[in-house]
Nanobody, 125 residues
């Protein structure tokens, strides 16, 4: 069971990036999937998740209206489209999978069994 996160890079403020989280060894559709991020010197923060039950979405207040999480079943991939990026979005971004069948996805770290390796997003001019 593996998750591979990719798509990070350097982008100017106001720009966009799309992160990808590809699963191998299991079907993403059976899991709640979340994106977390950790800025230097700060605790890891959950920013968004998508529920396996009904595709219900959650966004933290810090990214609501700017980030969009989505799932491509055929590609076994979850995406995080990030628009209107701000310097405060600079962080290592991780995707994670929760195998417990919850009513609603959560962005609490303890819930997640499988983690990708992280991809660095730097927003700077």
């Amino acid at each position: 069971v593996q998750l591979q996160a990719s798509g990070g890079g350097l982008v100017q403020p106001g720009g966009s990036l799309r992160l990808s989280c590809v699963a191998s060894g299991f079907t993403l559709d059976d899991f709640d999937i979340a994106w977390f991020r950790q800025a230097r010197g700060k605790e890891r923060e959950g920013v968004s998740c998508i529920s396996h039950r009904d595709g219900r979405l959650y966004y933290s207040n810090s990214v609501k209206g700017r980030f969009t999480i989505s799932r491509d079943k055929a590609m076994n991939t979850v995406y995080l489209q990030m628009d209107s990026l701000e310097p405060e979005d600079t962080a290592v971004y991780y995707c994670a999978a929760d195998g417990f069948k919850r009513q609603q996805c959560t962005v609490e770290e303890y819930a997640y069994d499988y983690w990708g390796q992280g991809t660095l997003v730097t927003v700077s001019s």
